[in-house]
């Protein structure tokens, strides 16, 4: 007969322990779960990701409803256990109220009983931690929120709706994250800590004063040595905050992100030990022998961890006990470090970041102009700790180093940038099997090489499809590359990495050949001829955009090929309706314009009117049915606020009213705007003309920016962006007049067209071509090529046509009448 394994906790740290229990022994246990949530478990590294919307919340699920009965565990979900008897060896747990459960959203599966009692051969707490609350006077009042769940990040966007302002309590990791979310809701923000500096559990004082720097410089207000002592409301919202030294800040929204503190109420209500975490021993049992504990919630050897290294090597640990593969095995701690991207800059910190041992060697270099900080403690010649801040090019083999305990090259130069030969700092073909060589996963050396042993697999992406190696942030493609050429000599090809779209087997420059030379102008006819005329929403909505690039006249448009947005010129939202975005050139518009905006508005019933961050604006909540009348109605073109192509064009005043005003930006920003609407791309391009330095319109950090200087002067910027992603822009070119802005905007702008990935922003673009080397093409034409995008460029500019002209004359029957057949089936295949 089985024993019985309950898990109280369906986090990161409960889940892992049974999918590691399982790898090891599938019939070992009958086992069952607790979760508080009422659905399978997620990454809540992502949150941030959900916060600044570039994840849903279901792409950063780990585990689903359907995992947990493939593998006959039960789960009981919106439970909260409260005690455990150990003597009688039961756990007790009480269904959560609706106002309790942090997700509250019905969901199938639920567990229907309001008490349950279960027996336990052997239990595994990981109850995980909760988030620090300062005492703060109105820390409750609405639009307060914390950061700790996807109902956290739900309820922190919808409020941000009505928001201009925003302050995050914390300058941590976690409150720097919420404050890039809260960046991308188009709100000001500033992160107020109480240190005397951001990170100081990562940085020293000197990065973290050129981090806080980089942050001003991407519009975040940082207020370090700053206390809160009071949140304040007025009409029932959050107004301002009260500092102890009097000071006052305006705010509409409070994010509190101070760190976290383990739970431990469920071992202390029943009599097990606990100090700042639940106390463990090395084969992470509490002091009842039947009682596991792991991840954040414990104490082990007087520490505890808020990272996921730690928590993947403890529950290796216990299920290696729990299964009794190795009954010897034992968890001493972690060296704990990360590699991460602070709001675009990019930090590596690993082991201490300060000594006060004279016999430590310091190497320090720093270039504060670049935004570049190293900082390398060595103690018996291995590294101690590390801080890599603007340039983390080889965090990868400091951390591999670091964790391993490796000897270090006599030139310690070479660890900070690497040997003059180029050969490797050091080789993952010389790690240990027991070398974690994805953090994200938790995937070490050994079952990476198992699966090329045992799995055929000789390519990284393999290898990840594998074992989830290097499928998190990516950081570690290049260690799994070294692991497999240490076991079959040499990592194999995989083309399908280099598709332009999944079901065609060709990257970008063949695909296009092919399609030019053979005359490829629908989608149907490209899939037939090429792809063997397999049916693959995703290679259809990718091949609809690049015909459209290659053949601008005389593309064959198959609405089938294209997403929901696309067939109807609007922005479908949640609830079904579609967002309607007219056209205002250079974020100028008339009493007359707004209007015919004001009066649509209140006939369509419009549910929000919403100013946007690239100065138009939004009615939501229009039904499809009245598309075309609401677009009549407004008398403006389509703003093609929908689809993958240039959007718009933010300006400020200029020289028309602003007394610092160096340029015409208003009169430049209405001619680029007019000469590139609805010119399709791989994806979206936002830009911006501002009419001096002080950049009030945002040009910097802008697909493409361009900024008036003096001397009658603009400058070009490619390559910025501040949404999930913050960069600021390459300076391409500095030119003399309006007219060579159009010229070398063209330029680049084809060349991204016909070069760049399928759903590969500019930024992401500029970075892996390099900005000098698209200055050789773009300005010095060393391809010759210059003239060619120019009239490439020139032939998609003429072939504009308005697609809200489609009221006049639908493309097919019903294109507005609701929700058709070859819609539906077309958005559930997309969506699985």
Known sequence: MKRRLVVIGNGMAGARAVEEILKRDPEAFDILMFGAEPYGNYNRILLSNVLNQTQSPSEIFLNTLEWYQENNITLHVGMKVTHIDRVSKKVFALKLSAEDIPYNKAIQGIDGDHFVEVPYDELIIATGSRPFVPRIKGSELPGVFLFRTIEDCDQIADYAKGCQKAVVIGGGLLGLEAARGLMTHDLEVSVIEAADQLMPSQLDLESANLLERAMGAMGLRVFTKTFTSQIVAKDGRVSRLIFKDGGILETDIVVISAGIVPMTEVAEKSGLKTNKGILCDDQMRTEDPHIFAVGECIEHRGLTYGLVEPIWQQVGVMADILTGVNSETRYVGSKTGTKLKVMGVDLASMGEKETDENDDEVLVYR???????????????????????????????????????????????????????????????????????????????????????????????????????????????????????????????????????????????????????????????????????????????????????????????????????????????????????????????????????????????????????????????????????????????????????????????????????????????????????????????????????????????????????????????????????????????????????????????????????????????????????????????????????ESKMQEAVDAYKDPWKEAEDPVYPFQFDGPQLIEVLQEAENNG
């Open 367 to 789: 270039d504060p102009n670049r935004g570049i900080y190293k900082k390398l403690i060595v103690r018996e010649n291995k590294i101690h700790g590390a801080i890599l801040l603007g340039d983390t090019g080889l965090s990868d083999s400091l951390m591999q180093l670091f964790m391993n305990e490796k000897e270090l090259p006599e030139n310690r130069g070479e660890i900070l940038f690497g040997s003059i030969d180029g050969s490797k700092l050091l080789d993952a073909g010389d790690l240990p099997d027991s070398a974690q060589i994805c953090g994200c996963n938790g995937v070490c050396k050994g079952e990476i090489v198992s699966a090329i042993e045992n799995g055929n697999c000789s390519s990284v992406a393999a290898v990840g499809a594998k074992t989830k190696a290097g499928m998190g942030c990516g950081s570690c493609r290049g260690f799994i590359a070294q692991v497999i050429e240490s076991v079959v000599g040499e990592v194999s090809y995989d083309a399908s990495e280099h598709y332009y779209v999944p079901g065609i087997p060709f990257e970008k420059s063949q695909l296009v050949r092919e399609i030019r030379s053979n005359g490829l102008k629908s989608v149907s006819v490209v899939l037939a001829t090429l792809g063997g005329g397999q049916e693959d929403p995703t290679t259809k909505t990718g091949l609809a955009s690049l015909l459209k690039t290659l053949w601008p006249k005389e593309y064959e448009d198959e609405r089938d090929a294209r997403f929901i947005n696309d067939r109807v010129h609007a922005n479908i939202q949640k609830d079904g309706t579609f967002s309607v975005v007219p056209r205002i050139i250079g974020g100028v518009t008339t009493p007359e314009e707004l209007l015919r905006i004001a009066q649509a508005a209140v006939k369509y019933k419009a549910k929000m009117v919403k100013f946007t961050g690239g100065q138009r604006i939004d009615l939501l909540g229009i039904k499809k049915e009245d598309l075309p009348n609401i677009w009549k109605d407004i008398g403006l073109p389509s703003g093609h606020a929908y689809t993958k192509a240039f959007r718009t064009v933010k300006s400020c005043v200029g020289t028309d009213f602003c007394r610092f005003g160096l340029g015409d930006s208003i009169s430049l920003a209405k001619e680029i705007e007019m000469r590139f609407q609805g010119v399709e791309a791989p994806h979206k391009v936002k830009m911006a003309v501002t009419g001096c330095p002080r950049n009030c319109a945002e040009a910097l950090v802008k697909d493409v920016g361009v900024v008036a200087i003096e001397g009658g002067q603009w400058e070009i910027y490619i390559g910025g962006a501040a949404g999930s992603t913050i960069r600021k822009g390459d300076l391409l070119c500095t030119v003399d007049n309006p007219q060579a802005v159009i010229q070398y905007t063209s330029r680049f702008l084809e060349y991204y067209r016909e070069h760049a990935k399928y759903l590969e922003r500019t930024y992401g673009f500029v970075e892996r071509i390099g900005i000098d080397l698209l200055k050789g093409i773009l300005i010095d034409d060393n391809m010759g090529i210059c003239l060619n995008l």
